[in-house]
T-cell receptor, first 118, second 118 residues
Framework: EAGVAQSPRYKIIEKRQSVAFWCNPI?????LYWYQQILGQGPKLLIQ????????DSQLPKDRFSAERLKGVDSTLKIQPAKLEDSAVYLC????????????????FGPGTRLLVL | AQKVTQAQTEISVVEKEDVTLDCVYE???????LFWYKQPPSGELVFLIR??????QNEISGRYSWNFQKSTSSFNFTITASQVVDSAVYFC???????????????FGSGTRLQVQP
């Protein structure tokens, strides 16, 4: 079974530029998450989709970040305009519709996109 | 509010030593889920284990074992006879049981970097 795919793996941009990241979840996984991981910290949730609907975007800086999952499969995360503090790894994760044993969803992560804003 | 604390920023051991990674959590939920993930240098978060709050049985999987103690709000991870390939950043994470399954994003600790020297 193929894992979560993300591209690009690395991106370097200058502040105030725009950037977009792409994620393709594991086939059949209804829930998709975008996390931001700043160097030396644990990942922090930005946005969560259930199929093509947003479940939680309370921590997404909506003045500059946007995300969509139009057909309920792959997703894009955009930053416009980028700031220096956006330098981080952006992780995409997915989980299946149903729960694993014990009533919990296990999330499976992609390799991440490492963003450097100069 | 939920919080996960991993007080050990970095641990260095020599191969074949046993090592324990500490995790302390805070939550007001009576039902919750705990996870450990491994992040090797490649950057991808690899799922290791999940534990439900109502199941305090400790678990062993090969060289890995987990000690869950609700009385001290801890979920510690022990690697027996460590190997160089165990070198990675390890994250403990918490998911709220009071939310609907589709809304249970993870709250991560800041991670513990484990270096196993040959």
């Amino acid at each position: 079974e193929a894992g979560v795919a993300q591209s690009p793996r690395y991106k370097i941009i200058e502040k105030r530029q725009s950037v977009a990241f792409w994620c393709n979840p594991i086939s059949g996984h209804a829930t998709l998450y975008w996390y931001q991981q700043i160097l030396g910290q644990g990942p922090k949730l930005l946005i969560q989709f259930q199929n093509n609907g947003v479940v939680d975007d309370s921590q997404l800086p909506k003045d500059r970040f946007s995300a969509e999952r139009l057909k309920g499969v792959d997703s894009t995360l955009k930053i416009q305009p980028a700031k220096l503090e956006d330098s981080a790894v952006y992780l995409c994760a997915s989980s299946p519709m149903g729960n694993d044993r014990g009533g919990v969803k296990t999330q499976y992560f992609g390799p991440g996109t490492r963003l450097l804003v100069l | 509010a939920q919080k996960v604390t991993q007080a050990q920023t970095e641990i260095s051991v020599v191969e074949k030593e046993d090592v324990t990674l500490d995790c302390v959590y805070e939550t007001r939920d009576t039902t919750y889920y705990l996870f450990w993930y491994k992040q090797p240098p490649s950057g991808e978060l690899v799922f290791l284990i999940r534990r439900n709050s109502f199941d305090e049985q400790n678990e062993i999987s090969g060289r890995y074992s987990w000690n869950f103690q609700k009385s001290t709000s801890s979920f510690n991870f022990t690697i027996t006879a460590s190997q160089v390939v165990d070198s990675a950043v390890y994250f403990c994470a918490l998911s709220r049981g009071s939310l609907a399954p589709g809304r249970r994003a993870l709250t991560f600790g800041s991670g513990t970097r484990l270096q196993v020297q040959p």
